[in-house]
């Protein structure tokens, strides 16, 4: 933690996007609604080494995204920004890089806060450096069907520095980085694997997918394979 005074918070939050879906967009929200961050950013990973290889492509996933979340004040309560850097970074798509690029664009005196849902922080100590992740930002994981956040579930050194690092929404945003918050009340049973396969069936997931997302792929013909 820092000794400034901290003048504006910013969450990020990473991912394929391989669709982006309702259930994205449902974190994003729960988290604006706890954190009331000043702006969320949108980060679609470039080359998500931990994955099986991308479905779309970064200027597809890209438009999805920009679809779902709108623009200044569109469907969320915060100005979003869409930030490419990880898609114009050839190397596997490393967060620790993103949020030591993030914290050298905004300085020291910004909360930053790096959103993501149970299933990553069941393994986040696979991530590159990732307790250098706390160097640059906070940490919150909201809970995801299937995905528990209990002791048994995550790892014992995930679930050490999280006990160690917990903070409350106010601590998280006035303070730059170095905190942990689990938000166990988020419930939606959406994901981008179960949205292609649906999409392969011929189904048009419409209770899965904002309505433009589902224009665009059907438009563009994507995962059709
Ligand atoms: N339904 C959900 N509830 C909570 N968090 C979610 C949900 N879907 C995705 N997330 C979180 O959003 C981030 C990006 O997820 P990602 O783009 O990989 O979607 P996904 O549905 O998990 O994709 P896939 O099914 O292809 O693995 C991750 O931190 C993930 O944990
Ligand atoms: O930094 C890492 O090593 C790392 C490993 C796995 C996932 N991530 C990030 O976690 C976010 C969600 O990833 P995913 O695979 O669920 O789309 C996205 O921003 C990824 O870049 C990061």
């Not at 030591?100 to 922080?121: C, H, T, W, Y």
């Amino acid at each position: 933690m820092t000794g400034n005074a901290i003048n504006r918070c910013v969450a990020l939050l990473g991912g394929s996007f391989d669709p982006v879906h309702n259930g994205h967009v449902a974190l994003a929200n729960y988290f604006v609604d706890l954190i009331k961050p000043d702006e969320l950013r949108i980060i679609p990973a470039g080359n998500p080494w931990q994955k099986d290889g991308l479905h779309a492509s970064g200027e597809d996933r890209v438009a999805m995204v920009r679809s779902a979340f709108g623009g200044a004040l569109g469907v969320m309560q915060v100005p979003v920004n869409i930030d490419q850097q990880e898609i114009l970074r050839a190397s596997a798509t490393y967060t620790i890089d993103t949020l030591r690029a993030v914290r050298k664009e905004l300085g020291p005196d910004v909360s930053i806060v790096f959103l993501m849902g149970a299933d990553q922080l069941q393994h986040l100590n696979t991530w590159q450096e990732w307790q250098k992740l706390f160097d640059y930002a906070h940490v919150c994981a909201a809970s995801r069907p299937g995905f528990a956040m209990d002791a048994a579930h995550i790892p014992s050194d995930v679930a050490q520095e999280l006990n160690r690092r917990e903070g409350t929404p106010v601590q998280i945003r006035s303070t730059a980085q170095g905190l942990a918050c689990l938000a166990p009340n988020l419930e939606v049973d959406i994901s981008a694997t179960e949205i292609r396969a649906a999409l392969q069936r011929g189904e048009r997931p419409i209770s899965l997918v904002p309505p433009g997302v589902l224009d665009y792929i059907e438009q563009h013909h994507l995962y059709k394979s």
